[in-house]
């Protein structure tokens, strides 16, 4: 098995790295809009899980996935996964 790595591979995998590291720092840039989130709960002794708007992001995610020629489906399934994380983290966070 040949274990040369094209250099063209190797640029692709620089672009992924660099896209990783861009969706790392926004999922951190998130996460911080949802310790607000958290706060303003609290505050109005809200639930972390409003089933509503749970979908209405999801939808959104896979609206805009639509617009920008990512597969929807790919947008539900990542938001989803996002979503529920931060529910049960909210959950935590709240004592719920």
Same mark, same amino acid.
């Given at each position: 098995? #040949?274990?040369m790595i094209p250099e063209v591979l190797k640029a692709a995998r620089? $672009?992924?790295d660099r896209i $990783?590291?861009?969706l790392v720092k926004l999922l951190? /840039? +998130?996460q911080q =809009? =949802? /310790?607000r989130v958290i706060a303003i709960k609290t505050q109005y002794s809200m639930p972390a899980l409003i089933p509503e708007r749970v979908d209405a992001v999801i939808? #959104?995610?896979a609206r805009l996935a639509t617009a920008e020629g990512l597969s929807p489906s790919l947008a539900r399934h990542v938001w989803q996964a996002m =979503? $529920?994380?931060f529910v049960a983290y909210e959950?935590? +966070?709240?004592g719920k």
């Open positions: 098995m #040949n274990t620089a $672009d992924i $990783d590291a861009q951190a /840039e +998130r =809009v =949802v /310790e939808e #959104n995610a =979503v $529920d994380w959950k935590g +966070r709240l």
